[in-house]
RNA sequence: GGCCCCAUCGUCUAGCGGCCUAGGACGCCGCCCUCUCAAGGCGGAGAUCACGGGUUCGAAUCCCGUUGGGGCCGCCA
């Protein structure tokens, strides 16, 4: 049997970190085996799913470069034959009541009257007592009279499923292995809400086993509700599929990540200048793992090397140093041309309106070793296009040198008489003049530097020199002079 | 509180009974390279393998318990 694995996100907000994850491992899982990997979309929660969240879902999903084969598309099309791929459609084609009513039909559901407040006392008395918390069961067996009472109040009844009260659920789990629950400590879980809409564990089965899926990768959260849904997929006389969760992501502090630990939405990773690919090896590496611990993937390998018999069971740290460290090495990896293309939104962000030519692909390209993310680009290269602002520890410790007023004009000469301002013939005429007039080279080279970028840290210095050109260079140690003679 | 899951350097991890005086990566420190900063090269500090019992000739590796952390306990997913 071919396999089928799926991401079901619900959208209720943009694609989080650990949904990233968890579709990254089912899409590599799908590619390793030549599988189908499925994308549906989970909004019964009539409250909280809204189509902006679907289309930013859909976007991060493309951006990090994980395609899917079958599901619904981000042009409103959908491709494959087990669709609908969006609950509220199937909802509404009436697929989870045709279910939901057979379970009633054969004794294993039946309908709930009591309302959200009764539930809530039940749960408070329950607490009192040091009860379980559980639903009790009380409409498993309902006379006629009560519900007909229960109608004539006008209550809309829910549907519950009957869990099995004695003996155990057990599934083997691909992770973790064998995972075990008490029959009696599972509950009478809602399938049909009031509204109509399937609840999640309700739907979630239903579809796993129409859109044939083999294998169900998701979160270690979802062990709990494990259980529960092997009881269903046995009440409708499904087969069970394979089930393999993936250990949580946590924040710095072990907790669970979320908002308050900083970024958590691939958007957020996009717009700081993360590279899909880098967040993507990152990503790949919590929680997974080759024999030999390698660290940076090359494109496809990943997809070769992916196996869940190197999938973690314990939950893993996210550490944003080390994500950084991972998207330096991409960055360093990309063509000059390519680093200047993916440079431009984040230049223009800052205001730099940058040309695609030679000389500005040259400027980007000149301290790619340097960028840790893309966002770091336009400080890096602003001063070639910005007036210089002097830092003033740069000021005072190389400009405020004793000597460095006299270099900069013995030097600005030098540059001024030059015919060809080339980073080559620049380095030999400054060697020569620092040797002619016994200077050491960086009693030289610092001043120069800082006259013409303002930073004590820069790029190479004849290069960038060059590409600020003669008249630009001579221009601005004018300046440096001027701010050394007026201070 | 109940149930479930998990436990190797600060962090991600290798390890699946002897090769481990525990390997790699990030980060940190030092040195080298060098026009600065990076990048790169080399080296270093950093883990009594959570703790306690077993099993075994032998345990980070298997079993049990304890502790700690996390998850779930919704007409959310």
Same mark, same amino acid.
């Given at each position: 049997? *071919?396999?089928?694995?799926?991401?079901?996100?619900?959208?209720?907000? =943009?694609? =989080?970190?650990?949904?990233?994850?968890?579709?990254? @491992?089912?899409?590599?899982?799908a590619r390793?085996?030549?599988?189908?990997?499925?994308?549906?979309? /989970?909004? %019964?929660?009539?409250?909280?799913?809204?189509?902006?969240?679907? *289309?930013?879902?859909?976007?991060?999903?493309?951006w990090l470069g994980l395609d899917w084969d079958e599901g619904a598309m981000p042009d409103g099309t959908e491709i494959g034959s087990c669709g609908p791929y969006i609950q509220s459609k199937r909802e509404e084609m009436g697929i989870y009541r045709k279910y939901a009513d057979q379970l009633i039909r054969e004794g294993k559901a039946y309908h709930c009257y009591c309302t959200p407040q009764e539930l809530e006392k039940m749960k408070k008395k329950a607490q009192l007592e040091k009860k379980s918390l559980k639903y009790d069961g009380r409409c498993r067996r309902l006379t006629k009279s009560q519900i007909e009472e229960f109608k004539k109040e006008g209550r809309k009844p829910v549907v519950r499923f009957k869990m099995p009260q004695e003996g155990k659920t057990v599934f083997e789990d691909l992770i973790h292995k064998t995972?075990?629950?008490e029959n009696r400590l599972l509950y009478d879980c809602v399938i049909i809400k009031a509204s109509g809409y399937p609840t999640y564990n309700f739907a979630c089965v239903i579809d796993d086993c129409l859109m044939k899926i083999t294998h169900v990768m998701r979160g270690d959260d979802h062990i709990s509700n494990t259980p529960l849904q092997v009881n269903i997929y046995r009440a409708l006389g499904f087969d069970v599929p394979r089930f393999a969760h993936l250990s949580m992501i946590l924040g710095p502090d072990g907790k669970r990540l979320s908002k308050r630990h900083g970024s958590t939405s691939v958007e957020e990773y996009r717009r700081r200048g993360f590279l899909p690919l880098a967040l993507r090896n990152y990503l790949a590496l919590l929680g997974f793992s080759t024999s030999d611990s390698q660290q940076l993937f090359k494109e496809k390998e990943l997809e070769e090397k992916f196996c869940l018999e190197g999938c973690q069971k314990n939950p893993a740290v996210f550490d944003e140093i080390k994500l950084r460290w991972m998207n330096g090495e991409y960055i360093r990896m990309l063509s000059?041309?390519?680093?200047?293309?993916?440079? $431009?939104?984040? $230049?223009?962000?800052k205001g730099l309106k940058v040309q695609k030519n030679e000389r500005n692909i040259e400027i980007v390209a000149l301290q790619q070793e340097k960028y840790k993310l893309l966002e770091d680009v336009p400080y890096l290269v602003e001063f070639f296009y910005r007036d210089v602002e002097y830092a003033s520890d740069?000021?005072?410790?190389?400009?405020?040198?004793?000597?460095?007023?006299?270099?900069?004009?013995?030097?600005?000469?030098?540059?001024? !008489?030059?015919?060809?301002?080339? !980073? *080559?013939?620049? !380095?030999?005429?400054?060697? /020569? @003049?620092?040797?002619?007039?016994?200077y050491k080279t960086a009693e030289i080279f610092h001043?120069?530097?800082?006259?013409?970028?303002?930073? %004590?840290?820069?790029? %190479?210095? @004849?290069k960038m020199l060059e590409l600020l050109g003669r008249e630009e260079t001579v221009r601005?140690?004018?300046?440096?002079?001027?701010?050394?003679e007026s201070a």
């Amino acid at each position: 049997m *071919k396999l089928r694995v799926r991401f079901a996100p619900s959208p209720t907000g =943009h694609l =989080h970190i650990g949904g990233a994850r968890t579709a990254l @491992f089912n899409y590599l899982l799908a590619r390793k085996y030549g599988g189908t990997f499925v994308l549906r979309i /989970e909004d %019964t929660d009539e409250l909280r799913s809204d189509e902006k969240s679907v *289309k930013s879902i859909f976007s991060s999903l493309k951006w990090l470069g994980l395609d899917w084969d079958e599901g619904a598309m981000p042009d409103g099309t959908e491709i494959g034959s087990c669709g609908p791929y969006i609950q509220s459609k199937r909802e509404e084609m009436g697929i989870y009541r045709k279910y939901a009513d057979q379970l009633i039909r054969e004794g294993k559901a039946y309908h709930c009257y009591c309302t959200p407040q009764e539930l809530e006392k039940m749960k408070k008395k329950a607490q009192l007592e040091k009860k379980s918390l559980k639903y009790d069961g009380r409409c498993r067996r309902l006379t006629k009279s009560q519900i007909e009472e229960f109608k004539k109040e006008g209550r809309k009844p829910v549907v519950r499923f009957k869990m099995p009260q004695e003996g155990k659920t057990v599934f083997e789990d691909l992770i973790h292995k064998t995972v075990s629950f008490e029959n009696r400590l599972l509950y009478d879980c809602v399938i049909i809400k009031a509204s109509g809409y399937p609840t999640y564990n309700f739907a979630c089965v239903i579809d796993d086993c129409l859109m044939k899926i083999t294998h169900v990768m998701r979160g270690d959260d979802h062990i709990s509700n494990t259980p529960l849904q092997v009881n269903i997929y046995r009440a409708l006389g499904f087969d069970v599929p394979r089930f393999a969760h993936l250990s949580m992501i946590l924040g710095p502090d072990g907790k669970r990540l979320s908002k308050r630990h900083g970024s958590t939405s691939v958007e957020e990773y996009r717009r700081r200048g993360f590279l899909p690919l880098a967040l993507r090896n990152y990503l790949a590496l919590l929680g997974f793992s080759t024999s030999d611990s390698q660290q940076l993937f090359k494109e496809k390998e990943l997809e070769e090397k992916f196996c869940l018999e190197g999938c973690q069971k314990n939950p893993a740290v996210f550490d944003e140093i080390k994500l950084r460290w991972m998207n330096g090495e991409y960055i360093r990896m990309l063509s000059r041309e390519k680093l200047f293309s993916m440079s $431009l939104p984040f $230049l223009e962000k800052k205001g730099l309106k940058v040309q695609k030519n030679e000389r500005n692909i040259e400027i980007v390209a000149l301290q790619q070793e340097k960028y840790k993310l893309l966002e770091d680009v336009p400080y890096l290269v602003e001063f070639f296009y910005r007036d210089v602002e002097y830092a003033s520890d740069a000021v005072e410790k190389v400009l405020k040198k004793p000597r460095a007023r006299a270099i900069l004009e013995s030097i600005q000469k030098v540059y001024r !008489e030059m015919k060809d301002f080339t !980073e *080559k013939e620049i !380095e030999a005429k400054t060697r /020569e @003049f620092a040797r002619s007039n016994n200077y050491k080279t960086a009693e030289i080279f610092h001043p120069v530097r800082v006259s013409v970028s303002g930073r %004590t840290q820069g790029p %190479t210095l @004849f290069k960038m020199l060059e590409l600020l050109g003669r008249e630009e260079t001579v221009r601005r140690i004018s300046i440096a002079r001027r701010l050394l003679e007026s201070a």
